[in-house]
């Protein structure tokens, strides 16, 4: 969430950066700044009144005392009408302040200034590009036909028990998911962050502090009867770890990591490219999330960058950095980049990470704080990754890897599998 007195004193680069990132309703800034001076001229008011009224008070007491009884019930006729005016104005402040905040909220992170500007994901800025993308046989098969050759995956039995999207991994296919989840851990473990067995479902506060609420609700599968949410991504309950925490500068920077199965509705999501495991409503994931200084936020934003980089080449894949344009970014994001693979036998690019930095989007809305060197209370930046979303990369670790033989498994997975191939 945006701050009030930043919007105040930029309200010029706000529009600016709003615009970069395709928000139509900037409206709303006018309609934030008319409400703050509102809220201002109004707590304004109440406090001359309390001031008075306590004034008052002192001075009635002070007339006791010195036997002015005449005087103090004089000044005490009045005090009924300051008490009236001091409720009207409290009521009056609190429904400015939660008309404020529903305006707020909003309002969509401003992008950083590297941010290009577009609309659409193909006016996306491709940062780099690594490795060689394999050249496979014409009878090449994508990965839900080899799933099924070899007994991976079953996506009509997650139909029978559930519904699409939530496929039934098995035999070498799910001893191949629980390897890619332990490696990516202690991937995570070696690069200093520190594991997280988290809840899978979370309240309206920790959806909010993330942003996920009010923006995503109808991509969130939701438990009416207790009003919870399922988590999207791990970043959700990490991140709310440090909900209304104030933290010592020491402490930074916090990095966290954890695996869970994450829940998406992903309504309105058609066509051939949801085949197999490109689109799921329930996938696993290992997530990395760091607190920081805001000083260091952007230098830490690339070392996750380059984490999520060295996990993609030492599973031996093609991948591409894009930075997203401001039209394709989250609500909550400042600068994202997204990875993708190269799918050899759909022949095309598959993304299998977002890393993005919020700067202070969420610690605002988590009322997240540090405690400075001078001792003052500021608020940090966090960040968040994804290392990696196990969906599409098993999906182009099963096409680039198939053989005559059968698909042959990374090097580095084989500990974690205890078998070389699969066939």
């Not at 559930?162 to 690069?191: C, M, N, S």
């Not at 997204?338 to 598959?350: C, H, K, P, V």
């Not at 670790?397 to 070389?420: C, D, H, M, R, S």
Request: proline share 5%.
């Amino acid at each position: 969430m945006l701050q009030v007195s930043y919007i105040r004193d930029n309200r010029e680069q706000v529009l600016e950066r709003l615009a970069v990132k395709n928000f139509k309703q900037t409206d709303l800034v006018d309609e934030v700044i008319k409400l703050d001076d509102s809220r201002r001229q109004t707590q304004n008011r109440l406090d001359n009144v309390s001031a008075e009224a306590n004034s008052a008070a002192k001075q009635i007491g002070e007339l006791m005392r010195n036997g002015k009884k005449d005087e103090a019930e004089a000044i005490k006729g009045k005090t009924g009408a300051w008490k009236e005016e001091i409720k009207q104005l409290g009521d009056q402040l609190a429904q400015i302040e939660a008309e404020l905040q529903q305006k707020l909220v909003l309002l969509p992170n401003l992008p950083h200034s590297s941010v290009p500007k577009g609309i659409t994901p193909e006016e996306n800025e491709v940062v780099l590009e690594n490795g060689q993308k394999p050249e496979l046989p014409a009878n090449a098969l994508p990965h839900w036909e080899l799933a099924a050759k070899y007994n991976l995956i079953d996506f009509e039995l997650g139909v029978k028990i559930t519904g699409a999207g939530f496929p039934v991994y098995k035999g070498k296919g799910a001893k191949l998911q629980r390897a890619l989840i332990a490696f990516f851990l202690d991937e995570a473990e070696k690069a200093g962050y520190d594991e997280r067995m988290l809840p899978l479902m979370v309240n309206e506060a920790s959806g909010f502090g993330t942003g996920q609420l009010p923006d995503k609700e109808g991509q969130m599968y939701y438990v009416g009867a207790d009003n919870l949410y399922l988590i999207p991504t791990a970043e959700v309950p990490i991140t709310n770890l440090y909900r209304d925490v104030i933290l010592k500068a020491d402490e930074l920077p916090i990095k966290n990591t954890g695996y869970t199965p994450c829940f998406r509705r992903e309504a309105g999501s058609y066509g051939a490219h949801v085949r197999g495991l490109n689109r799921l409503h329930q996938f696993d994931k290992v997530e990395i999330v760091q607190v920081v200084n805001p000083e260091t936020s952007y230098d830490v934003l690339e070392q996750m960058s380059a984490h999520v980089q060295g996990l993609l080449q030492k599973l031996g894949l093609p991948y591409r950095v894009l930075r997203l344009c401001g039209g394709d970014m989250s609500f909550t994001a400042s600068l994202t980049y997204d990875m993708e693979t190269w799918s050899a036998a759909q022949g095309r690019w598959l993304e299998v990470s977002s890393v993005s930095n919020f700067e202070t989007f969420q610690a605002n809305r988590l009322k997240l704080r540090f405690r400075n060197a001078e001792g003052k209370t500021q608020q940090p930046h966090t960040l968040n990754g994804s290392a990696l979303a196990l969906p599409r990369i098993v999906a182009t670790l099963l096409e680039n890897n198939q053989t005559a033989e059968g698909i042959k498994i990374p090097e580095v997975l084989v500990p974690y599998t205890k078998f070389e191939w699969i066939n």
